[in-house]
Structures are given as structure tokens and as C-alpha cells.
């Protein structure tokens, strides 16, 4: 079993191109929020039974997560993050996954306050991955055609909603750097050697 690995990103850096790539080379399981979304709507579709769900490379993730979220979970995750975050329910189910998932360990998590919730585990790497302002306007408008003017719009709401989200849920700000055994610029770093860095800590 591996380390499991928590990265904390700029909005529109390449995180996520980053972390997908770190967990199909180590053939760990790759997860953020879309997913955890979209396995918890599964789960209640199902009544929370979903061992004969097939969909691909996250049947093992899907069956693991299923063993372990309560409906009280699925309830918590498929609401607004930011108008739970004084709900002690939502808070005991935002820390019971990601430990389930620490423990489980061979997991890369992306997003979700993993960083402070699993800050204390000599089992997990931390890593938060971050970009100048101009290079995320260019990565974030290329990718999703739209100009470099609305990009910065939508990062800088982006940025400005996380800082409030762990402000309020954690007490802690994400982009505190001793949250983290890394930082990597990836305006500085390609991708390809940030993947390299990461792989050194385990």
C-alpha cells in the first residue's frame, strides 16, 4: 500500500492535468469532488448499494467509497459545500472520507481540505500546486475558449471563495506553507518534472 497523496491547487494552474497523470504512473486511484459527487448521487439512486455498478477504472474506488459513506454522508457531499461548513454533519463526513481514504492509502486526492484534515499523518505527502496570474489566465483561457479577461474573472472568484471556505471550515488559510512538504510552481516547472518531484517524496 502507498502513501496517499492530497494536493491543494490554484484555480486554472494544471493541477488537475498534473494529478491525473501522478495517479495513472503510479496506479493510484484519482479523486476530487466531481467524482465524490458523482459516486454519492450513484449511492442514493441505489439506496447505497452499488457492488454491481461497473464504470471502468473507478469500479475499486466506487466499492471502497460505498463500504464506508453513511447516507448521512452522501447528504452532506451532494449539498453546497459553503453553507455546510458550520454543520458539525458535514464536517464528521468530510473528515471520516478523507481519512477512510488516507487509510486506504494509494490515493491521490485532489481538493477538499485534505491537506489540514490529514495535516497530522505521516502517512500522506502533501503537495499544493500553484501558478503566476498570467500563466493561469493563459492555461484556463485556452482550455476552456473564453479570453484571458474572463478567465482572471472566474480565477480570481475561484481563489477568493476557497480562501472563505477554509477560513470558515478549517480556521486555516490553504495557502499556508507549512500545510505542505511542497510547493511546485508550475509556471516554473513543467509538469513532467513536478510529477518527478512528488514521486521523490514518497
Do not use: W
Not at 457492488?51 to 451532494?78: C, N, P, R, W
Amino acid at each position: 500500500m502507498g502513501k496517499a497523496i492530497t494536493i491543494s491547487k490554484d484555480y486554472g494552474c494544471g493541477a488537475v492535468e498534473v494529478a491525473r497523470k501522478l495517479s495513472k504512473d503510479l496506479g493510484y486511484d484519482y479523486i476530487d469532488k466531481s467524482i465524490v459527487v458523482d459516486l454519492a448521487k450513484k449511492m442514493k439512486s441505489s439506496a447505497g448499494k452499488m457492488s454491481t455498478y461497473e464504470d471502468g477504472s473507478y469500479l475499486g474506488l466506487f466499492k471502497f467509497i460505498d463500504k464506508f459513506m453513511t447516507q448521512a454522508k452522501v447528504q452532506t457531499i451532494l449539498s453546497d459545500d459553503f453553507g455546510y461548513v458550520d454543520d458539525a454533519g458535514y464536517r464528521l463526513a468530510l473528515e471520516g472520507l478523507m481519512k477512510d481514504l488516507a487509510d486506504q492509502g494509494s490515493v491521490v486526492i485532489v481538493g477538499r481540505g485534505g491537506q489540514v484534515i490529514l495535516s497530522d499523518r505521516s502517512d500522506v505527502v502533501r503537495v499544493r500546486l500553484i501558478a503566476p496570474l498570467e500563466y493561469k489566465k493563459d492555461f484556463l483561457s485556452s482550455k476552456a475558449s473564453i479570453t484571458k479577461e474572463e478567465a482572471e474573472t472566474i480565477i480570481n472568484s475561484k481563489e477568493e471563495e476557497k480562501r472563505k471556505y477554509h477560513e470558515k471550515m478549517f480556521n486555516r488559510y490553504h495557502n499556508d506553507p507549512t500545510l505542505y512538504h511542497v510547493t511546485i510552481n508550475l509556471g516554473l516547472v513543467s509538469q513532467a518534472k513536478a510529477i518527478a518531484i512528488i514521486k521523490d517524496l514518497l
